[in-house]
């Protein structure tokens, strides 16, 4: 009788076991805002990742089907679902590990910085669950303005007495992932094989490739450099043909980024990936560039190493843009 489906049970039927309280070995991982167009399949690829051995589905729509859904897939992963706020909670408590795709997207002909207002209360309040429920978890942050909402969540987690700068990523995998396809094409390589570092922030001229810094060690045209960046930088536009933003490749960037994080968790070595981070690789407060990725979350940020005319050029425009951004992220908190 599907009416006795309670969704914390997960199931009818099922004999209490380990598995059925998450087994014991594997990371604990919330997703907030799972039932939207990044949160579904973010979900499912989650729920196939063998790092995850709890995973908790937060919506306040649709969870209790999306979790449904997912649940069916018979890989190791325990999923639960929780719908609305007074759900936050045990949504929350004991992850290590909290992806956040919340939030409305862009519709065409808005910028990032259109969606501030829903967006940055919405993950204000998110962070204020994190404070309460899991202080001490990794925070993946993907609701846009990315460049205002990590400091939104900064600012939230100082009140509150719990900032712990190595926990909090915004997450600019998407651009790296952009960035390695775009050049792959350019080079006529794999693009498994190429290694874009991308820097700065997540919108527009804040997002700054390091084309002189790609791996493998190769070299670009004027004309391919200004097709590249701005390709980079725009690439949002391409999504979906301009009608709504992207989420399956988002998706898919932002769990290579969780599973590195996850793989730092689990003390592997050497996991590096870029991220916008609380950062001192230039004047501002928060800044994206390669960082080191182990147990306590951010171990080390890298210099952003030496760049051409063009990048520096670029890099002044970036951080023009971005200290407003970040700025006004900071007062939606402060004001
Ligand atoms: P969507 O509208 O399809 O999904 C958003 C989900 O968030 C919905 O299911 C909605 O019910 C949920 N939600 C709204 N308020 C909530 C709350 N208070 N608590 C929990 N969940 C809540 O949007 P989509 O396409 O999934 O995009 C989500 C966000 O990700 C947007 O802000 C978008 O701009 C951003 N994004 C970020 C990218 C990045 O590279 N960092 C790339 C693409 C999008």
Redesign the pocket.
Known sequence: NPSNYTMEQGTVLGRINCRSKGGASGFKVAI??A?????QPLAMLMKMNPLVSVLHL?????APGVTADISHMDTGAVVRGFLGPRQLENALTGMDLVII??????KPGMT?DD?FNI?AG?VK??CEGIVECCPGAIVNL???P?NSTAPIAAEVFKKAGTFDPKKLMG??M?DVVRANTFVAEVLGLDPREVNVPVVGG?AGVTILPLLSQVKPQCSFTPEEIGYLTARIQNG?TEAKAGSG???LS?AY?AVKFADACLRGLRGDAGIVECAFVASQVTELPFFASKVRLGRTGVEEIYPLGSLNEYERAGLEKAKKELAASIQKGVSFIRK
């Open positions: 907030l805002g039932a939207g167009g990044i949160g937060y919506d306040v729509v649709n795709p919340a939030g409305v997207p862009r990032r969606l967006n919405i309040t998110l993907i609701s846009n990315v997450v600019t998407l997540h949002g933003s992207a989420t988002m960037a």
